[in-house]
């Protein structure tokens, strides 16, 4: 899949800054809108909705007349735990009051949620929870970890036959627990049932073993997704099929962060520890 470099963007730049302010300060002085300040925003659901460890609202989306809201769980902990299995040397539990850490890593509850908001009540409903059944390996007595610890982004596409479903990227919790499996896609049309997309054995899709899927985007009828660890951009004609329905349109070894479909190409940010922040678009055909 060809493309063609558009951007390059390095991080502590002085210029990007003072550029931004300046963009930031000529599009208000044009806007016929104030610009958003602290008091602009208001608090519209309960923090956590109710649970300290619905740590992140992190991924939003506008769906068959409700606002779905994704959470990540438990984010402190985790990022912790994750950093004490490389380097023992970094505490586990954190030692700070403001964080809420389970004793035993293998007890932090993950179990990632999807909120429903109705305009027309005011009202939140928690329309989905992450199963509680991977076993975590090495755990007497055996303990269990969630399918899903954190729901990254979501993406409404029109499918063949017409049929616009949600599709809802999620994160596995090998960060924390290597050897449990990889991440899963939730799908739905309705914004109250959700399922994984098919990941069977040996299929591409269920062998990814991906640590997360990100950001997705719609090109040309098609449907792209982000994996991270393998980091490769997927395409799909049919996603609702999973399995070998994707393939990946990506170089092996590339750092796909961000894409989006914008005036005729299929955009892509790629972050390189050397180069930085890299943006390239390309029309989707050709070879890789």
Not at 35 to 57: C, H, K, M, Y
Not at 248 to 277: C, Q, R, W
Request: aromatic fraction near 12%; charged fraction near 15%; charge should be neutral.
């Amino acid at each position: 899949m060809p493309r063609n470099i558009v951007g390059k963007l390095m991080r502590g730049s002085g210029w990007l800054a003072a550029a931004s302010l300046i963009l930031i300060q000529v599009a208000a002085a044009q806007s016929q809108y104030p610009p958003l300040i602290r008091n602009t925003w208001t608090q519209v659901a309960p923090e956590g909705f109710g649970d300290r460890q619905n740590s992140w609202a992190w991924s939003m989306y506008w769906f068959q007349g409700k606002l779905l809201v994704g959470t990540n769980r438990a984010v402190a902990c985790v990022v912790k735990e994750a950093a004490h299995n490389k380097n023992p040397s970094v505490p586990y539990p954190p030692p700070d009051p403001n964080i809420s850490c389970t004793p035993d890593p293998t007890d932090l509850p993950l179990q990632a949620e999807i909120w429903s908001w109705d305009p027309a009540s005011n009202t939140w409903t928690r329309v989905y929870q992450s199963p509680n059944d991977v076993p975590i390996p090495n755990t007497t007595p055996q303990k269990y970890t969630a399918e899903d610890m954190a729901f990254h982004n979501m993406f409404e596409f029109t499918e063949q036959d017409g049929t616009q479903a949600l599709y809802v990227s999620g994160c596995s919790a090998k960060s924390v627990y290597p050897g449990v499996p990889g991440s899963r896609v939730l799908r739905s049309t309705d914004g109250v049932n959700f399922q994984p997309l098919p990941q069977a054995p040996g299929t591409l899709f269920g062998s990814l073993k991906s640590y997360c899927f990100r950001g997705a985007a719609s090109y040309n009828g098609k449907f792209y997704l982000i994996s991270l660890n393998p980091g490769v951009v997927l395409e799909a004609t049919n996603p609702e099929r999973g399995n070998n329905a994707f393939r990946i349109v990506s170089k092996l070894g590339e750092a796909p962060e961000e894409l989006i479909g914008f005036n005729n190409y299929l955009y892509i940010s790629f972050f390189d520890p050397t180069l930085g922040f890299t943006i390239a678009r390309t029309d989707a055909t050709g070879t890789l």
